[in-house]
């Protein structure tokens, strides 16, 4: 028997390790057999994927291939009820929607408070931590008599053994059976008292990282205004080129009715009609490309908004408003002030601050720390422990306990890192190496900074100039349409000199129109990227 119990352990041990291992290689039943097969995924009634392996006969059909199978839980959002599709709004009614509804701005307003909590996470570092421990159990202890060595030893009297067996208490070859229940109730404190610093530099760290959070959350705003600006100005422009071709395919139809005339006159020839009807054929196609231009303008406006793209509503008219043609330059002080006011330059500058806070950390672990510890323990019953284990990463034994009912123990003492196999040294050295990028990295955005406002600065100019030049471009080719149609519907002039007018006319009022809202988005992205972009938002 004693034989068969020294080797059943062992043997026990190895089964269960081998029936785990089994159980953990199981799992690959659950990935893809091939690497060029399809993955027959484990799918409920209504379609949703689910862990573990795909049970078949489960009377789903999956698709074929590579198609995953429809999540019926899973649709596209309704169209918003609130959005009226009969009112039209303005482009700071539609900023107002968006900032409310994009999830950007929602995201980096629960990062900012997640931020915030870091702060007062990092806080509880100064207060002493107080954990409560009941601990209930059974201990029996059975040891068998017989001793090998001495039954081996034919040396030893009988005089020795009998004094051996009485002194182990041995009674018919069992030494002693001992058991006993009880019960261990202990409240333990620990309190770390001066650290040198550590915990305030990590408390300020956190602080420029809450600061930069809270700078990034206006940034996302800022971002969310300039998209939704950028996209109404885009579908604006695209829903005014309709317009124009649409214009363009009525004077189209008016020059192929003039040649139709003609001929029926006997003054035309049927190859100025077919040229005639060439023209109104493109300007057809270009009126639907045009639509299907802005359809698409339409639906990135929705998008920029994070409402529905199933959403229907109108925006309000902006085109042929005045514009502001004065010529005026960013000084140098206007250009420091912008980028000093960036959110990505402020923010950036909160977290090279931030990284000097980490230095002074990873310094502190260098020197000593102050603590006092101590716990208050009631035992019952016999289980007699003198210590309570801990329970988790950061929950530390309760030691020292008496096996009296009660006991308590207060300690007061100071710790000094001796040797860390250089630890602490190569972390120093990371964050110094962060702080070293935190400030190469703050530098590098306010050059982009400066160059992204000058950027911005001449595509305002650039954009008011070709407005300038379109206009009169416009003008010039109105009238020259006028009076090459007349002179065509008159029998002067020629079908080609019409047709070529008309192209010239179209091409001349999409440069106009192009121009008139290019000088608004490049307004616009002034504004964003000197950082003074507002809710009201240029119309």
Known sequence: MMHFSRFCVPLCGTVTLLLL???????????????????????????????GKNRTGRGLSLPAGFTLPANQTISPRAPDAEISSSHPYSLAELIDIAQSSNPTTR????????????????????????????????????????????????QIGADTNALINQAE????????????????????????????????AIINAAKQAQLANNILFTAAHQKVIYEVTLAFYTHAAAAARVGLVQQAVNNAHAVEAAAEMRLKQGQGTIVDVTQARQMTAQAELQLVQAQNAAENTYLELMTAMGISPNTRLQTSDISNRPLTMADARLTEDMVRQAVAQRP??????????ASQNRIAAA????????????????????LALSSVPGVGSDSSP?????????????????????????????VLKQVKNQADSAQALLRKTVDESVKQIIVAENGVHASLSAYT?????????????????????????????????????????????????ASLIAASSLAFATGSIQTAAPE
């Not at 006993?180 to 650290?195: A, I, K």
């Not at 009660?406 to 000094?416: A, K, N």
Request: glycine letters at 10%.
């Open 469 to 517: 030049a379109a206009t009169k471009l416009q003008t010039a080719s109105q009238t020259a349409f006028d009076a090459a149609f007349a002179a065509y519907r008159n029998g002067v002039g020629s079908i080609t000199q019409a047709t070529m007018a008309q192209s010239g006319l179209l091409s001349a009022q999409l440069g106009k129109s192009d121009a008139y809202y």
């Open 363 to 382: 310094k502190a672990e260098f020197l000593p720390k102050v603590f006092v510890s101590g716990n208050v323990a009631y035992t019952t019953g016999r």
């Open 344 to 353: 990505d330059v402020l923010a950036a500058y909160a977290s090279a601050k």
């Open 169 to 200: 208490g041995l009674t018919d070859g069992v030494r002693n059976r001992n058991s006993g229940s009880g019960e261990v109730q202990t409240l333990s404190m620990e309190w770390l008292l001066f650290d040198f610093g550590k915990r305030e």
């Open 398 to 426: 309760t030691l020292n306990l008496s096996t009296n009912n009660f006991s308590s123990l207060i300690l007061g003492g100071i710790t000094v890192p001796v040797f860390d196999g250089g630890m602490r040294a190569a």
């Open 21 to 51: 291992c089994g159980c953990a290689t199981e799992a690959l039943e659950t990935a893809p057999e091939r690497p060029d097969t399809p993955w027959q995924p484990n799918v409920s009634e209504k379609g949703e994927l689910l862990p």
């Open 107 to 154: 995201i980096a307003w629960n990062t900012a408070r997640d931020a915030a909590l870091a702060v007062g996470i990092t806080r509880t570092a100064y207060l002493p931590h107080l954990s409560a421990t009941v601990v209930g159990g059974y201990t029996h202890q059975h040891n068998n008599g017989g001793n090998p060595s001495l039954s081996n030893a034919g």
